[in-house]
């Protein structure tokens, strides 16, 4: 009764990110380099060289990340060269990851390419309040 219980938990968070607006976009031609942080849903078209914290966020294929993530969802359809926490992972046919993922729950398309430690299914995975960084600096993408 508990893993049917996850499920839908999986499900709702799942769907609850769908229907989020993308607020804030890194356009193809832009390089970021610094620590992201952002609410709401964020796609990544370009590249970021930093650390990110957010809610949602989407890497497109012409996306590519090097540093470490840490989000409630995060959907890969580029490249990331560094390390994953979130609640929800799911790796497109076209990405690439390489680093360490540990979500609650991992969805793998064939053609997904990954390479590294993967923790799945964590019971001990709390993500951080990304409203608590005070000390730390950090750069919000401008909004829509």
């Given at each position: 009764m508990g893993i049917f219980n996850q499920k839908d938990d999986f499900e709702q968070q799942s769907q609850q990110a769908d229907k989020e607006v993308i607020s804030s976009i890194i356009d193809a031609k832009m390089v970021m380099k610094g620590e992201l942080v952002f609410e709401g849903k964020a796609r990544i078209d370009g590249k970021v060289e930093g650390n990110i914290?957010?809610?949602?966020?989407?890497?497109?294929?012409?996306?590519?990340?090097?540093?470490?993530?840490?989000?409630?969802?995060?959907?890969?359809?580029?490249?990331?060269?560094g390390n994953v926490k979130a609640s929800l992972v799911t790796?497109?046919?076209?990405?690439?990851?390489?680093?360490?993922?540990?979500?609650n729950s991992l969805t793998v398309e064939p053609g997904a390419g990954l390479d590294g430690e993967m923790k799945v299914a964590c019971n001990d995975l709390h993500l951080v309040d990304d409203k608590k960084t005070s000390g730390t600096e950090s750069t919000k993408v401008a909004e829509a």
């Open positions: 914290k957010g809610e949602h966020l989407i890497l497109s294929e012409s996306g590519k990340i090097t540093g470490d993530i840490q989000v409630s969802t995060f959907v890969c359809h580029g490249t990331l060269e790796a497109r046919k076209s990405c690439s990851i390489h680093g360490k993922i540990e979500s």
